[in-house]
């Protein structure tokens, strides 16, 4: 049943910069209490132009973070039963105005390798914001995507990875959420992302990555859903981003991956390395004094690392940022009107939402 929810204030920092770089400038959106497991940008709110941010946090909160009149602002649009891990934006409900957020985590409690996972759709109604939970899963649920992921059902899918090992795919039709198991795992899942990687068919595929180390391309074939590994690593491999540049992995062991798919397969190319767990990868032209788009990445260390490419064809990487505890979470995508192009957000332990920017 929708639940209507009141508009809580979060804590929020205006304007506050935090050390980033030389070249630099970093921006606090959002100081949350809790720590910030996973963010999401798109077009959520109707009364605020342009795309928005939406963080999820530790206590199950969804945090909506647009700009008005010259400043950043936030509120609690959601609160679930149990922490909310990731979360994605996108028109899934046909009859709603607008797009619909979303967010995959526990049940109830923090998150845990045996407790029941669920699925919450929120979104904005004439009345107010409304959530409610689509779907409920045997074990916490970590990843999510929204994309026409397939041809059975019209309009655009959920996708859900979990620690039940397995990729879910949701549709609603005539008010009835539908799911229907694509692809299970030799271990836990981390993220889903819906893209077009395969030229030569419709619609988008599928990108899952966990702890088995095996990232996997997933889509539906004439006779059910088929896939192939992406990437093979003796460690989890809990990231995963369809980027201009290629399908950017980021490992356990610190190790951030470039894949290709060409003729004969998928080929990669390392990178670099943190000193820890990577949870972040993304890519986008970010930084304009460098040429072509530019991959970026963050992890347990508390970094985010630039990585671009020389007039030799090798990888540089550079420290761009370092926050004060682990992050979780790095996108790149565009939100702030202020800045041409594409914006790093990143966010994680410290409970703090950062955008980083280049210096003119």
């Known amino acids: 049943m929708l639940s209507k ?20 400038r970093s921006e606090v959106l959002l100081q949350s209490e809790f720590g910030l497991n996973g963010v999401a940008i798109g077009d959520l709110d109707p009364d605020c132009p342009g795309n928005e941010v939406v963080a999820v946090n530790q206590a ?10 010259g400043e950043w602002e936030s509120q609690v649009i959601y609160q679930a039963t149990g922490e909310l891990l990731m979360c994605a934006i996108g028109d899934v409900d046909a009859a709603s105005p607008g797009n619909e957020l979303v967010a995959v985590g526990m049940l109830e409690g923090p998150e845990t390798s045996t407790g029941k996972g669920q699925a919450v759709m929120v979104s904005r109604q004439p009345e107010g914001w409304s959530g409610q939970q689509i779907f409920e899963d045997s074990h916490l649920l970590h990843g999510v995507a929204v994309g026409d992921v397939s041809d059975r059902f019209a309009g655009i899918e959920v ?14 039709a005539d008010g009835w959420w539908r799911h229907e198991t694509a692809y299970v795992a030799n271990d836990r899942l ?13 619609g988008e595929e599928l990108l899952v990555t966990g702890m088995d180390g095996q990232p ?50 998928w080929s990669s190319d390392c990178l670099g390395r943190d000193i820890r767990k990577m949870r972040g990868v993304g890519a986008g032209d970010v930084d304009d004094r460098l040429d072509g ?23 540089a990487s550079q420290v761009i940022f370092t926050d004060t505890d682990a ?5 790149v995508g565009e939100f702030d009107r202020r800045h041409a192009g594409p914006e790093v957000l990143t966010c994680g332990r410290s409970g703090k939402l950062i955008v980083l920017y280049p210096e003119p």
């Open 327 to 331: 992050l979780h979470h790095l996108l």
């Open 216 to 265: 996997q391309l997933i889509w539906q074939g004439e006779l059910g859903w088929r896939h192939e590994a992406v990437y093979s690593a003796p460690n989890g491999q809990s990231r995963i981003a369809a980027t201009e540049l290629g399908v950017l992995i980021g490992g356990d062991g610190g190790k951030v991956t470039l894949a290709s798919r060409g003729p004969q397969g």
């Open 159 to 172: 996708v859900t990875a979990g620690f039940n090992h397995r990729v879910q795919v949701l549709s609603l």
């Open 60 to 69: 199950g909160q969804v945090c909506l973070v647009c700009r008005q009149a």
């Open 190 to 202: 981390k993220i889903a992302v819906a893209a077009d990687i395969l030229a030569d068919r419709p």
């Open 5 to 24: 929810l009141c508009l809580i204030v979060c804590s929020l920092s205006l304007a506050a910069t935090t050390v980033a770089a030389e070249g630099w």
């Open 293 to 315: 788009p530019e991959a970026y990445a963050c992890g347990y260390s508390g970094r985010v690392t630039q990585f671009a490419r020389t007039d030799e064809g090798l990888w």
